[in-house]
């Protein structure tokens, strides 16, 4: 008996022939790109390195779009953006020992914000594998386990016929919910050696979803239609699986306050009437929520930033959809639902009945209103200003990409996204040096639409040899940078903490010149003329720069309260 899936898998003549007869001058790096082809990918970002040089080899031979950067964390940051942009795995190509170890803290950050990134990193020649001490250049003891305990899933090759197989294992393992970096490994003579296998088309690599269990969305719709007091906080799992919509209707349906957290920055609108919008590190939000009789947390661990810094204690109870299972009642009991936020929310949407609520707009003014004088009664009219003008500069549609730096710290609170995915920053790890290139593979993810990098004058000299990358590429990024003069959130805390700073105050270039170096338009900008010039910028395609000196301060926190 022939069955229709056995037809499906028995080649076309054409295909018998081209696997027979494949084409000449074809090395492992082949098998690297032909398999990235076959899985969707477009375009690739890295650096080249000697060990890696047959997969650099092979892009010539292909139709991938090579994005390369200057250093290979800043090519990683670049990589992490275009999957958040896209929802696509960004392949990140790198060579052994250095060069692989430059992308670590890039990949933490992907791991930490659950982005998916597809490193494909060289190794020393495979009879130097084993961990023997054989004098290699960058040769390591065991490469893989510097990155087993930072990225998702560690892939090791050893052979051509197994690129194929691994390339779209870490593929899937990167999209599979919850998304993350993976690490596929590929020794120097593989990659370099001819090969005789045929062209690598059409690769199956869909991820897997993660649904609900039905008998715990029936248990959380029960609880949540007989709460008198529900809210909601919405983590970034609601963006990354793009469940905006979804999360809307549920909180209109059950009339739930919402407040979204850093990571999930625009998943509700920011004006809605149900909208406590993102001032988590507030005592008036937290103790609002902590009201709450049931607590509903989609896609958040509710994690430092997201708990005001683990002061946030709920009474109520607590249900937690969240995808990755570590995350799970990892710092409140709850009943714990692993599942995409997508598929969760629906499931919810259709067994939760409507409520009526007509007091819950009103108590959300409240909050906001106590949240506006807290912050009015702080002289912080300059802060306000600079951050009011970036919105009002930002194209609605556009994205931005923060570094860590307070004016960023302000955006987590007080910024208004104008819809999901659309802020990103480094608050998953929490290193220096993300913003511009993140920017910059935003604006490869979409060359029509302005992208908005921000960084303090600290984390621009982490940043400063991407400003070639736009150039070369003609990368429609805006980057803003605050000249404080130092590191100047820990210029903050180190005062507040000791009395004075130490080590916080930073010698650095001028900045306009230095972009002007580079082919790049520079402008020196103030407070009262951020709003035209960054405009004006942001409207003008290709690279540019705008520098704003200012020293800002951070409002007062309200964790350290009694």
Same mark, same amino acid.
Not at 103 to 113: F, M, P, V
Not at 169 to 183: D, E, I, R
Not at 336 to 365: F, Y
């Given at each position: 008996m022939t069955h229709d899936h056995d037809l499906e898998l028995r080649?076309?003549?054409? #295909?018998?022939?081209?696997?027979?007869?494949?084409?000449? @001058?074809?090395?492992?790096? +082949?098998?690297? =790109?032909?398999?990235?082809? &076959?899985?969707?990918? /477009? /375009?690739?970002?890295? %650096?080249? &390195?000697?060990?890696?040089? &047959?997969?650099? +080899?092979?892009?010539?031979?292909?139709?991938?779009?090579? !994005?390369?950067l200057r250093v290979e964390n800043n090519a990683g940051f670049a990589a992490d953006a275009y999957g958040r942009i896209t929802g696509e795995a960004a392949p990140l190509l790198l060579s052994t020992g250095p060069g692989a170890l430059t992308s670590l803290a890039a990949l933490q950050e992907a791991r930490?914000?659950?982005?998916?990134? %597809?490193? !494909?990193?060289? #190794? !020393?020649?495979?009879?130097?594998?084993?961990? @023997?001490?054989?004098?290699? %250049?960058?040769?390591?003891? +065991? *490469?893989?386990?510097?990155?087993?305990?930072? =990225?998702? $899933? =560690?892939?090791?090759?050893?052979? *051509? $016929? *197994?690129?194929?197989?691994?390339?779209?294992?870490?593929?899937?393992?990167?999209?599979?919910?919850?998304? @993350?970096?993976?690490? =596929?490994? !590929?020794? *120097? +003579?593989?990659? %370099?050696a001819e090969t005789q296998l045929p062209v690598v088309t059409a690769v199956d690599a869909t991820p897997d979803e993660l649904p609900p269990r039905p008998e715990l969305t029936a248990v959380a719709a029960d609880l949540l239609s007989k709460a008198a007091r529900p809210a909601i906080i919405a983590g970034g799992g609601v963006v990354r699986a793009d469940a905006s919509g979804k999360l809307r209707r549920l909180a209109e349906v059950l009339r739930a306050p919402v407040v979204t957290t850093p990571g999930g920055k625009g998943a509700f609108p920011w004006k809605h009437e149900l909208s406590l919008q993102s001032w988590i590190e507030d005592r008036h939000t937290t103790g609002f929520l902590e009201e709450a009789d049931v607590l509903l947390v989609v896609g958040s661990g509710l994690g430092e930033l997201s708990s005001n810094y683990h002061t946030f204690k709920p009474r109520g109870r607590v249900i937690q959809i969240e995808a990755d299972l570590g995350k799970l009642e990892s710092n409140h009991p709850a009943l714990g639902i692993h599942a995409d936020a997508r598929l969760a929310l629906q499931a919810l949407l259709e067994t939760v009945p409507e409520r009526t609520d007509a007091s819950a707009p009103e108590r959300v003014r409240a909050v906001l209103k106590k949240v506006a004088d807290r912050i009015a009664a702080q002289e912080l009219t300059l802060e306000q200003d600079v951050l009011a003008s970036v919105r009002k500069a930002l194209p609605a549609g556009s994205p931005s990409f923060w570094d860590m730096t307070i004016l960023a710290y302000w955006a987590w609170s007080a910024f208004d996204a104008k819809g999901p995915n659309r802020l990103h920053s480094a608050q998953g790890a929490g290193g220096l040096g993300y913003g511009f290139p993140a920017a910059l593979g935003a604006a490869a993810a979409d060359p029509t639409t302005p992208v908005l990098a921000v960084s303090g004058d600290g984390g621009a000299l982490y940043s400063v040899a991407e400003l070639a990358t736009a150039r070369q590429y003609d990368l429609n990024v805006t980057w803003l940078i605050v000249d404080d003069g130092g590191y100047g959130i820990l210029r903050e805390y180190m005062t507040d903490a000791f009395g004075q700073a130490t080590a916080t105050e930073l010698t650095r270039p001028d900045y306009v010149a230095l972009a002007e170096s580079f082919g790049v338009p520079g402008v020196l900008t103030s407070p009262g003329t951020l709003e035209t010039d960054l405009a004006k910028a942001l409207s003008q395609p290709g690279p540019s720069v705008v520098v704003l000196p200012a020293v800002l301060r951070m409002f007062a926190p309200t964790h350290l309260d009694g």
């Amino acid at each position: 008996m022939t069955h229709d899936h056995d037809l499906e898998l028995r080649p076309t003549a054409a #295909q018998t022939e081209a696997a027979l007869n494949p084409p000449p @001058g074809r090395n492992g790096g +082949d098998l690297v =790109v032909e398999t990235l082809s &076959g899985l969707g990918a /477009t /375009t690739v970002f890295g %650096l080249p &390195g000697q060990h890696a040089l &047959g997969m650099f +080899d092979a892009l010539r031979r292909s139709d991938l779009r090579y !994005i390369g950067l200057r250093v290979e964390n800043n090519a990683g940051f670049a990589a992490d953006a275009y999957g958040r942009i896209t929802g696509e795995a960004a392949p990140l190509l790198l060579s052994t020992g250095p060069g692989a170890l430059t992308s670590l803290a890039a990949l933490q950050e992907a791991r930490a914000a659950s982005a998916p990134v %597809l490193a !494909i990193s060289s #190794q !020393i020649p495979t009879p130097g594998l084993g961990g @023997g001490r054989h004098g290699y %250049l960058h040769e390591l003891p +065991d *490469q893989a386990a510097s990155f087993r305990g930072v =990225v998702k $899933s =560690v892939h090791t090759v050893r052979t *051509q $016929s *197994q690129i194929p197989s691994a390339v779209a294992a870490a593929w899937k393992s990167a999209l599979t919910a919850p998304h @993350g970096p993976v690490w =596929v490994e !590929i020794p *120097q +003579d593989v990659l %370099l050696a001819e090969t005789q296998l045929p062209v690598v088309t059409a690769v199956d690599a869909t991820p897997d979803e993660l649904p609900p269990r039905p008998e715990l969305t029936a248990v959380a719709a029960d609880l949540l239609s007989k709460a008198a007091r529900p809210a909601i906080i919405a983590g970034g799992g609601v963006v990354r699986a793009d469940a905006s919509g979804k999360l809307r209707r549920l909180a209109e349906v059950l009339r739930a306050p919402v407040v979204t957290t850093p990571g999930g920055k625009g998943a509700f609108p920011w004006k809605h009437e149900l909208s406590l919008q993102s001032w988590i590190e507030d005592r008036h939000t937290t103790g609002f929520l902590e009201e709450a009789d049931v607590l509903l947390v989609v896609g958040s661990g509710l994690g430092e930033l997201s708990s005001n810094y683990h002061t946030f204690k709920p009474r109520g109870r607590v249900i937690q959809i969240e995808a990755d299972l570590g995350k799970l009642e990892s710092n409140h009991p709850a009943l714990g639902i692993h599942a995409d936020a997508r598929l969760a929310l629906q499931a919810l949407l259709e067994t939760v009945p409507e409520r009526t609520d007509a007091s819950a707009p009103e108590r959300v003014r409240a909050v906001l209103k106590k949240v506006a004088d807290r912050i009015a009664a702080q002289e912080l009219t300059l802060e306000q200003d600079v951050l009011a003008s970036v919105r009002k500069a930002l194209p609605a549609g556009s994205p931005s990409f923060w570094d860590m730096t307070i004016l960023a710290y302000w955006a987590w609170s007080a910024f208004d996204a104008k819809g999901p995915n659309r802020l990103h920053s480094a608050q998953g790890a929490g290193g220096l040096g993300y913003g511009f290139p993140a920017a910059l593979g935003a604006a490869a993810a979409d060359p029509t639409t302005p992208v908005l990098a921000v960084s303090g004058d600290g984390g621009a000299l982490y940043s400063v040899a991407e400003l070639a990358t736009a150039r070369q590429y003609d990368l429609n990024v805006t980057w803003l940078i605050v000249d404080d003069g130092g590191y100047g959130i820990l210029r903050e805390y180190m005062t507040d903490a000791f009395g004075q700073a130490t080590a916080t105050e930073l010698t650095r270039p001028d900045y306009v010149a230095l972009a002007e170096s580079f082919g790049v338009p520079g402008v020196l900008t103030s407070p009262g003329t951020l709003e035209t010039d960054l405009a004006k910028a942001l409207s003008q395609p290709g690279p540019s720069v705008v520098v704003l000196p200012a020293v800002l301060r951070m409002f007062a926190p309200t964790h350290l309260d009694g």
